[in-house]
């Protein structure tokens, strides 16, 4: 049985000076993105492109997606492995190639999680999770880069 899901966001653009997109250095990159009974998120282009340094920029975004995503079917596979996850922390990076004329697409999205787990845990169920979400995360199944994953299993102390 195939399921859809339909999501809706608003995006408005905020960066009108004035003087509109009469020239390239004339108006703000800035906008919002909202969607009902969610807080705004303050969007920009990345700084390399005159955004604003202070509002997440789509490439950030992407990176934020994918580790989401990742997260949240990690968090599902381990707890239907048996393993206990009691912490985790991820520092995602992604790379965007820009050609010489002004295009860019991502290269890769690395992942680093750092998950703790409980002493009766098995480590290696904890491992091959991470394995497993790839075939799950509905963002990484959608993107044409490769998502890389090099986890960190940490088990607590037993007491």
């Known amino acids: ?23 390239y250095r004339g108006y703000r990159r800035d906008h919002v993105l909202s969607a009902p009974g969610l807080p705004e998120i303050p969007g920009s282009s ?3 492109f005159r ?25 599902h596979l381990a707890s239907t492995a048996g393993v206990v996850v009691t912490a985790y922390e991820d520092s995602p990076t992604g790379t965007m190639v820009e050609g010489a004329d002004g ?8 992942l680093r999680p750092r998950v703790t787990i409980t002493a009766d845990s098995d480590p290696e169920a904890a491992a091959a ?8 995360c509905f963002i ?3 993107v044409n880069f490769p998502v890389r994953h090099e986890p960190v299993i940490v088990v607590e102390a037993a007491g």
Do not use: K
Not at 4 to 22: F, P, S, V
Not at 103 to 110: K, M
């Open 1 to 23: 049985m195939t399921r859809e899901h339909h999501y809706a966001i608003d995006l408005t653009w905020t960066g009108d000076d004035g003087e509109g997109t009469r020239t």
């Open 129 to 136: 999770a991470h394995e497993r979400v790839g075939a799950f």
């Open 51 to 75: 955004g604003d340094p202070a509002r997440w920029n789509p490439e950030q975004l992407l990176v934020a997606s994918i580790a989401q995503c990742h997260l949240l079917w990690y968090l």
């Open 46 to 48: 990345d700084p390399s």
């Open 103 to 110: 295009s860019g697409s991502f290269r890769e999205v690395t």
């Open 140 to 142: 990484a199944r959608s």
